[in-house]
């Protein structure tokens, strides 16, 4: 499987906008980048995911560079409540039988009131 | 809406003891996965299901048991508790495979083996 690179940690300002970095240099051409987040004391929740173009929904954007080496998790406004331990992951839907999704460490966002 | 809902929230075995753990769903959907988290680490995967009747292992499967008689359930079985054991255990349900569909998660049951 492909492997992921994150910053273990940030901290970013309420009310600002947040830039989570991911890089996976060996990202081949089907797989998926998913992000997923982690409040404390409880499970994961999905945030985002995409192929290859930038996506957007309620919760954040993902940004994917042109050559899909490294991707960006954005969130817009920054509140208490995104204070998370933030995964990026990769699969590969045509690696068939693998219902593996692979979270590493993550970053762990602190929010700054 | 309940999503992935875990029982219990938290136990307290002892060494040899046996237990399920509870998870259900009511997305009606077809996979369903049991991951472990200890501390400092990443969730891994005990056992999965790509719908009712249809059980596979994931990369710790030792120690666990699981049956897919429903769609909507998915219960875990600690056969003989050991220590090792102790973690927080997750439940995820999602509509396809999980390498392109978003993962539903419980919020997960605290398990102490002593």
């Known amino acids: 499987d492909a492997k992921t690179t994150q910053p273990n940690s940030m901290e970013s300002n309420e009310e600002e906008p947040v830039h989570l970095p991911c890089n996976h240099s060996t990202i081949s051409g089907t797989d998926y980048i998913h992000w997923y987040r982690q409040l404390p004391s409880q499970g994961p929740e999905y945030v985002i995911h995409g192929l290859t173009s930038n996506v957007n929904n309620r919760m954040a954007s993902l940004a994917i560079a042109e050559d899909r080496k490294s991707s960006t998790l954005i969130l817009h406004r920054a509140t208490l409540r995104d204070a998370a331990v933030y995964y990026c992951?990769?699969?590969?839907?045509?690696?068939?039988?693998?219902?593996?999704?692979?979270f590493g460490t993550g970053t762990r966002l602190t929010i700054i009131p | 809406n309940a999503g992935v809902t875990q029982t219990p929230k938290f136990q307290v075995l002892k060494t040899g003891q046996s237990m399920t753990l509870q998870c259900a769903q009511d997305m009606n959907h077809e996979y369903m996965s049991w991951y472990r988290q200890d501390p400092g680490m990443g969730l891994r995967l005990i056992h999965y299901s790509v719908g009712a009747g249809i059980t596979d292992q994931g990369e710790v499967p030792n120690g666990y048991n699981v049956s897919r008689s429903t769609t909507e359930d998915f219960p875990l079985r600690l056969l003989s508790a050991a220590p090792s054991q102790t973690s927080v255990y997750f439940c995820?349900?999602?509509?396809?495979?999980?390498?392109?569909?978003?993962?539903?998660f419980g919020d997960g049951t605290r398990l102490s083996i002593l």
């Open positions: 995820a349900s999602s509509s396809g495979t999980v390498q392109n569909q978003p993962q539903h």
């Open positions: 992951i990769l699969s590969d839907p045509l690696n068939f039988g693998n219902e593996k999704l692979t």
